[in-house]
């Protein structure tokens, strides 16, 4: 028997108003029903949302440490369940264990860190221009958060919005991926018996063009936490501006590594293998494109060339898999795509490029890890985010040159050199357009306490994570208290 889950609105769970459903597989086998979860309609989310605005008003009332001692309480049953969590964020989207027990790692630690915010939210007090007069501003909860959220990091990314988002006051009507929402059930499951009250937090299964655009363009939804596409997320960012609601977007990137001929080549190497296909090159962060100089262009090429073949595929299970299968259908279909555009601009494929034939793997959506070399900066396969484990690889002369290269993108997340110059890493630490730059360090990795997020068309300007996500889950409010007993004003009296 399939296993039913259910929408939770206002601390139930319970079925779609629609009574549809899909069912979600396992993409390294898609034999492997996990199970069907709600199709919602309008009307759900509207329930959602309702139940999200009534909590909200006791919910802002809570002493911000009492909603930190929730946040730790989850952090606590999260690091219980941490292994069993991971393996079915495998089972359900494919990356193997090591990362999945680090995707929730993440979520533990931003659960940690939520917690000791409760403590802090920090506001400023400023001296007045005038006597027997006192100025502060404080940080207030805004009202009822959309979290819109992908598959490639189906706990920690929900975690990074919807932790701050309510140690800060806020309430949350969460829609995760169709792709993950198991993952985003049992995180929702473990923040229910931490003890939130009922409607504080609320998820609802369904589609992008139903519930996204439901939440996103809701009058009584005050702020929108997404990340996805830069496509969808421009769309997204236009529908919201209706009801001119605070947009938080995390979108697309074109991330490179630059290797340098002074660089340890063996570590250079290591390191673009993990960028370029961990979770099968399926993140936001991963290395889609390496620069390396020209001196050590061909040696470096060779030894990747062979760890690249080396890689073992299969069910992310396996203690033997290296790289897991891609998320569904489609998405290898875009893969497949991009490697044809590849060829057809000419670029030189050296290694992967198909579907793997190995018996074993025939009932999942797997694909070769795949590297393009002689890639021109303008091909599309140099320019376009392919979200999939395809690396095109080009050639610099100079520092100056691999940095222009680099930051050839409408893109700018994340960005890596390898080099043992230091002068030459402050110089590309000041150069890059990115909003992450890793020297010696890999494109991905980035810590929960640290700003995340990108420049130019990766987002909007906001940053997830550390002390900075709180900026855009708080409202400051300016207080002024005057204790002279008299009218006095400002910028007239005082002059
Ligand atoms: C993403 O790619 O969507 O730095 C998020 C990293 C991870 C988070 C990635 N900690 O790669």
Same mark, same amino acid.
């Given at each position: 028997?399939?296993?039913?889950?259910?929408?939770?609105?206002?601390?139930?769970w319970?079925?779609s108003?629609?009574?549809?459903?899909?069912?979600?597989? +396992?993409?390294?086998?898609?034999?492997?029903?996990?199970?069907?979860?709600?199709?919602?309609?309008?009307?759900?989310?509207?329930?959602?949302?309702?139940?999200?605005?009534i909590?909200?008003?006791?919910w802002?009332?809570?002493?911000?440490p009492?909603?930190?001692?929730?946040?730790?309480?989850?952090?606590?049953?999260?690091?219980?369940?941490?292994?069993?969590l991971?393996?079915?964020?495998?089972r359900?989207?494919?990356?193997?264990?090591? !990362?999945?027990?680090?995707?929730?790692?993440?979520?533990?630690?931003?659960?940690?860190?939520?917690?000791?915010?409760g403590r802090?939210?920090?506001? +400023?007090?400023?001296?007045?221009?005038?006597?027997?007069?006192?100025?502060?501003?404080?940080?207030?909860?805004?009202?009822v958060?959309?979290?819109?959220?992908?598959w490639?990091?189906?706990?920690?990314?929900?975690?990074?919005?919807?932790?701050?988002?309510?140690?800060s006051?806020?309430?949350?009507? /969460?829609?995760?991926?169709?792709?993950?929402?198991?993952?985003?059930?049992?995180?929702?499951? %473990?923040m229910?018996?931490?003890?939130?009250?009922?409607?504080?937090?609320?998820?609802v299964?369904?589609?992008?063009?139903?519930?996204?655009?439901?939440?996103?363009?809701h009058?009584?939804?005050?702020?929108?936490?997404? &990340?996805?596409?830069?496509?969808?997320?421009?769309q997204?960012?236009k529908?919201?501006?209706?009801?001119?609601?605070?947009?938080?977007?995390?979108?697309?990137?074109?991330?490179?590594?630059?290797?340098?001929?002074?660089?340890?080549?063996?570590?250079?190497?290591?390191g673009?293998?993990?960028?370029?296909?961990?979770?099968?090159?399926?993140?936001?962060?991963?290395?889609?494109?390496? %620069?390396l100089?020209?001196?050590i262009?061909?040696?470096f090429? !060779?030894?990747?060339?062979?760890?690249?073949?080396?890689?073992?595929?299969?069910?992310?299970l396996?203690?033997?898999?290296?790289?897991?299968?891609?998320i569904?259908?489609?998405?290898?279909k875009?893969?497949?795509?991009y490697?044809?555009?590849?060829?057809? !601009?000419?670029? +030189?494929?050296?290694?992967?490029?198909?579907?793997?034939?190995?018996?074993?793997?025939?009932?999942?959506? /797997?694909?070769?890890?795949?590297?393009?070399?002689?890639?021109?900066?303008?091909?599309?396969?140099?320019?376009?985010?392919?979200?999939?484990?395809?690396?095109?690889?080009?050639?610099?002369?100079?520092?100056?040159?691999?940095?222009n290269?680099?930051?050839? &993108?409408?893109?700018?997340?994340?960005?890596?050199?390898?080099?043992?110059?230091?002068?030459?890493? /402050?110089?590309?630490?000041?150069?890059?357009?990115?909003? %992450?730059?890793?020297i010696?360090?890999?494109?991905?990795?980035?810590?929960?306490?640290?700003?995340?997020?990108?420049?130019?068309?990766?987002?909007?300007?906001?940053? !997830?994570?550390?002390?900075?996500?709180?900026?855009?889950?708080t409202?400051?409010?300016?207080?002024?208290?005057?204790?002279?007993?008299?009218?006095?004003?400002?910028?007239?009296?005082?002059?």
């Open positions: 028997m399939t296993t039913k889950f259910k929408n939770l609105i206002n601390g139930k319970q079925d108003l629609t009574g549809e459903s899909y069912e979600n597989r +396992n993409p390294a086998n898609w034999n492997d029903v996990i199970g069907t979860f709600p199709l919602s309609s309008i009307e759900d989310v509207n329930l959602a949302v309702k139940s999200a605005r909590a909200f008003e006791k802002r009332l809570v002493p911000a009492a909603r930190g001692e929730i946040m730790r309480k989850i952090g606590d049953l999260l690091s219980l369940r941490k292994e069993e991971a393996r079915e964020m495998t359900e989207m494919g990356k193997v264990l090591a !990362e999945t027990r680090g995707d929730v790692q993440e979520g533990i630690d931003t659960a940690y860190y939520a917690a000791s915010e802090r939210l920090f506001g +400023n007090t400023v001296p007045s221009e005038l006597p027997n007069k006192f100025a502060m501003a404080i940080r207030v909860p805004i009202g958060a959309g979290i819109i959220t992908p490639n990091f189906p706990l920690a990314i929900p975690t990074w919005k919807m932790f701050p988002a309510i140690l006051g806020n309430t949350c009507v /969460f829609k995760p991926a169709m792709d993950t929402p198991k993952t985003a059930t049992t995180l929702v499951e %473990i229910m018996e931490a003890g939130l009250p009922d409607g504080v937090v609320n998820i299964h369904g589609k992008g063009s139903v519930v996204g655009n439901t939440i996103v363009t009058n009584d939804v005050d702020l929108i936490s997404f &990340t996805g596409s830069t496509l969808v997320g421009k997204l960012s529908d919201a501006s209706e009801t001119l609601k605070r947009v938080s977007l995390e979108l697309g990137g074109k991330n490179a590594q630059i290797v340098m001929d002074d660089a340890d080549l063996d570590l250079a190497l290591e673009v293998l993990w960028g370029a296909f961990g979770t099968t090159g399926q993140r936001c962060t991963a290395t889609s494109r390496l %620069i100089h020209e001196k262009h061909d040696k090429l !060779e030894m990747l060339s062979i760890k690249t073949k080396n890689l073992k595929l299969g069910d992310g396996l203690s033997t898999s290296d790289v897991g299968p891609i569904n259908e489609a998405q290898r875009s893969v497949q795509k490697v044809e555009i590849g060829i057809k !601009e000419g670029a +030189n494929l050296i290694c992967g490029g198909k579907i793997p034939n190995q018996k074993e793997l025939q009932n999942g959506w /797997f694909h070769e890890p795949t590297i393009f070399a002689d890639v021109k900066p303008n091909m599309r396969i140099a320019t376009e985010e392919i979200f999939g484990p395809v690396l095109s690889v080009l050639k610099c002369k100079s520092l100056e040159e691999g940095v290269l680099l930051n050839n &993108t409408i893109y700018g997340l994340s960005s890596s050199v390898y080099t043992k110059d230091v002068n030459k890493a /402050f110089q590309a630490i000041r150069d890059i357009q990115a909003g %992450i730059t890793y010696n360090v890999p494109t991905i990795g980035a810590e929960a306490h640290m700003p995340f997020g990108g420049v130019k068309q990766t987002g909007n300007g906001h940053r !997830e994570g550390g002390w900075t996500v709180y900026d855009f889950f409202e400051w409010k300016a207080i002024y208290i005057d204790y002279s007993g008299k009218l006095q004003r400002a910028q007239i009296d005082n002059y």
